[in-house]
């Protein structure tokens, strides 16, 4: 199949190179080829400049965020910084007409002044933006009504949702979210390809907004194991 990512971020990175494993086309999307190409230091996260990527992933095809997303056969998956990824997505609304778009974003706004600010061990904790009463996944799905959008990924590291045997053999949780009952069955088969075992359909849409506010836990989770950020560790829900 021919699977588009949206996103030339670390997790973005972590699901093509899987995909690639997995005999799919994998078709990427960024906001300027050049510029993207053109970069050649560390972002502020340490990620590797792309081109870097790419060397090693020479199968990789890398277009403009709207060229990418009309290229999917049907699964998109989106890796915009969560922040800006409303504003980017509407702006390409037409290539994504039609298109399951699966997304991880975590809506964080890193520049705020708390009044309680919670130190982390690289700064202040990110703000959830919205929050509560709405979510990043509702957000896009009401920006694109003709997209079928399902929440998944966004309760691990991507490096650990394409590897979920690295962590107790795979015997942890993932969750979909979404108001398309086929579009989450595609999430789900796509789940099930990276090694998913134990996956938990949390129903409609508005389940995301859980699903996106477990980034605070997960950081806290990831701290009190000793990681900066992130962390190698998995989620399980017994029952
Ligand atoms: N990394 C993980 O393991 C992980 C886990 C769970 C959730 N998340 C969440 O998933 C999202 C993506 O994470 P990531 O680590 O893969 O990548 P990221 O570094 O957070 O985001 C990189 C992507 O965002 C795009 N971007 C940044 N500013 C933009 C703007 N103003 N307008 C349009 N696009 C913009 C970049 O475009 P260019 O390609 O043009 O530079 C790039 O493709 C984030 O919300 C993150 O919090 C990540």
Redesign the pocket.
């Known amino acids: 199949m021919k699977i588009t990512i ?9 699901h093509s190179a899987k995909l690639l494993e997995l005999g799919h086309k994998v078709i990427v ?4 080829v050049q ?2 190409l053109a970069r050649t230091e560390p ?1 502020v ?1 340490g ?1 590797p400049p ?1 081109r870097d990527f790419l060397a090693e992933h020479p199968r990789v095809t890398l277009m403009t ?1 709207g060229e990418a997303a009309a290229a999917a056969d049907e699964v998109v998956i989106n ?7 409303v ?2 997505l509407s702006a390409i609304a037409d290539q994504l007409q039609g298109k399951v778009l699966i997304d ?5 706004l890193y520049a705020h002044q708390p009044v309680h600010p919670w130190p982390t061990p690289w700064g202040i904790m990110p703000k959830l933006e919205p929050c509560d009463t709405d979510s990043l996944a509702e957000q896009i799905q009401r920006a694109l009504p003709r997209t079928r959008v399902v929440k998944s ?7 650990t ?1 394409v590897d979920p045997a690295s962590i107790a053999g795979g015997d942890h949780t993932m969750f979909v979210a979404g108001d398309d009952l086929d579009a989450k069955d595609q999430a789900t088969s796509l789940l099930q390809a990276y090694g998913w075992s134990d996956i938990l359909d949390l129903g409609p849409l508005v389940s995301a907004r859980g699903m996106e506010m477990y ?1 605070h836990i997960h950081s806290a989770i990831g701290f009190a194991l000793g990681y900066q950020f ?1 962390g190698h560790f998995g989620l399980k829900v017994v029952r």
């Open positions: 949206l996103g030339t971020g670390g997790g973005a990175r972590a999307g960024t906001r300027d510029t993207t972002d996260m990620t792309y965020f890796g915009i910084d969560g922040h800006n990824a504003a980017a991880y974003g975590v809506p964080y990924f966004v309760t691990q590291e991507q490096t949702v980034a992130g």
